[in-house]
């Protein structure tokens, strides 16, 4: 009934989204946009319970320039529970959390919502989507607290899985730092992502439901990830797994219950690798072309997890670049690809 | 520091902000402007951490026809404690209570805010009024949980009081259906109220911070309060006392700390009356022209807080019409006006 996107981003960007409202569907209009940013800590929401294509903030969210930030996550709905034409039931919902802004919006329908127990938070709408934004975050709160070991994400992935007993269910979500896509374990109405990694030129994701308008972007230290229910260009994209979790931070896949990611391959060969290595080393080893491993290995030094040994006489991004990991993050290296195998 | 706003209305209203951004004071630019309404039980927040009068969102607001309600809350920034330039920073701010969304604004600088308690919700941003926020929020949830007796006013009071202790304290929150304003002991800054009965023609509501936009209310039942740090009309505004909470609902002021409204002062001769009441004996006793008691008579029969008798030949604007309480509403009534003094 709802169609989902989002992005995040390794360096802050700009967006333009225009909703488009079903609009080339006539007998089918939404009732219902919104979309999350953050623009720091704390998360900005625009949304209203009208469709999209009637809406003058709407039109004005597609041509303003300043919704900026590395996570974003739209929305678009179509009413099944809970009554059409309000606020309170229009996604995406919000909660603080220990000091974390949590933005939620989910699409299916879920069966028995109100059973959902939820100690610490109760929903001011109907749906069951912010019921289940409730549990989820009630669970979170008993269960996790912070993110701190990779077990963590294996136990959203469990509480995920058990309300997705109850129905339909993909939900996007994010506490301001991470971003969180879950997929439905029948794959009801699809979802997919798209890798997208700089250099590249001004580019427009387009479907009935939305057209983004990403900034051009030179810094070849830009990578993220764009998620939507269906593709948005003709590139290919990849398809979440049945009942798939997949955890981004900074432009990264840091987790999946499904898969590795190329980008957590290279930082964990690279981190039980006893000494340091070069990328020829990790282009072998991972048998794929230089210039992704060699991008990607951007990326991660960018982000400060690996460091460039100091005696290197080459650049970073030559084939006889040799890293290590940042012991100063191996905690949270850890928390994403494990412990390290001390047979390795 | 910051400049406060706020409106409640008994029937749903729509009006323009324009956030003027002290653009008449050269040299003391706002770090940050911000609207919240609630259109239904969940509030909408429209804010930015730059000068209004740079803003393209706040010229949208200023010409946004969808803002409507009955409760608003705006207000204006000049950073003290807390980085510049922050969302996070910006008022208002947004928590979820038993279901309730709270929204909240204040002026003033506290001291050692950080050891404000808060067992049940964290600050996102840096500043004190979050703090007090978070702090305030708690206290509630201990001490009162939902609003059943004039004590839960009196002890809202209280927590007020008591964060004042720690500096300079004005604030205005909701949860949607109370608006509450509290003005500081010492009179920082200045709180002051004006009633805005219909019937009104366009009103407009101006000052070198913003210029509020009334529509045009015909309906003679409609009644309000508009609350801000100065006045903004050429009438005479009231001033808040030192210390004083004054709450709101339904464009009702159904307590104070300080004072009886004239609306609850003929609610309870009402509810007090041994038997039904005519309006001309209200005027009697009360001692305030026809016009003026007639009017506020009409406000609280269309809330549905007094009832004419059937047995009456004239309509309810008759100085013969007879009044009693409506006995379903007992229990709110008492709330606001104390329970039932039976030596009367």
Avoid at 4 to 21: P, Y
Avoid at 153 to 167: M, P, V, Y
């Amino acid at each position: 009934m709802c169609e989902l996107l989002a992005l995040n981003f390794g360096m802050e960007t700009s967006l333009q989204i225009t909703f488009r409202g079903f609009q080339k569907r006539g007998s089918c209009n939404p009732d219902g946009w919104g979309l999350a940013y953050y623009p720091d800590e704390s998360a900005i929401i625009i949304k209203e319970p009208i469709t999209s294509t009637q809406s003058k903030l709407a039109t004005f969210v597609s041509k303003y320039s300043e919704i900026r930030g590395k996570i974003f996550i739209g929305h678009v709905r179509k009413a099944s529970v809970g009554n059409k034409g309000c606020f309170k039931n229009t996604h995406p919902f919000t909660r603080e959390l220990d000091g974390k802004q949590f933005v939620f919006a989910h699409n299916g329908t879920l069966r028995n919502h109100d059973s959902l127990s939820s100690q610490y938070f109760t929903p001011i709408g109907d749906t069951d989507s912010e019921h289940s934004f409730c549990h989820l975050l009630s669970e979170y709160k008993d269960k996790i607290g912070s993110i701190q070991k990779r077990e963590h994400f294996d136990c959203i992935h469990s509480i995920l899985k058990a309300i997705n007993e109850r129905g339909n269910f993909n939900c996007i979500f994010s506490n301001g730092e991470y971003l969180f896509c879950y997929h439905d374990r029948d794959k009801y109405k699809g979802l997919d992502f798209v890798e997208r990694i700089a250099p590249f030129g001004h580019v427009e994701l387009v479907d009935d439901d939305w057209k983004v308008n990403l900034d051009e972007e030179k810094d070849t230290n830009q990578h993220g990830y764009v998620i939507a229910t269906k593709p948005l260009t003709k590139e290919v994209w990849k398809s979440f797994e049945s009942g798939e979790l997949i955890v981004l931070r900074n432009g990264l896949m840091v987790y999946s219950s499904h898969r590795t990611s190329l980008e957590m391959r290279i930082l964990q060969t690279i981190r039980n690798h006893p000494t340091k290595i070069e990328i020829q080393e990790l282009v072998s080893k991972l048998k794929r072309p230089f210039d992704v491993i060699c991008r990607q290995v951007q990326v991660l030094h960018h982000h400060d997890l690996i460091r460039q040994d100091s005696r290197d006489q080459v650049s970073a991004d030559h084939k006889n670049a040799s890293f290590f990991t940042n012991s100063g993050m191996n905690g949270i290296i850890s928390c994403w690809v494990g412990k390290r195998d001390i047979n390795n």
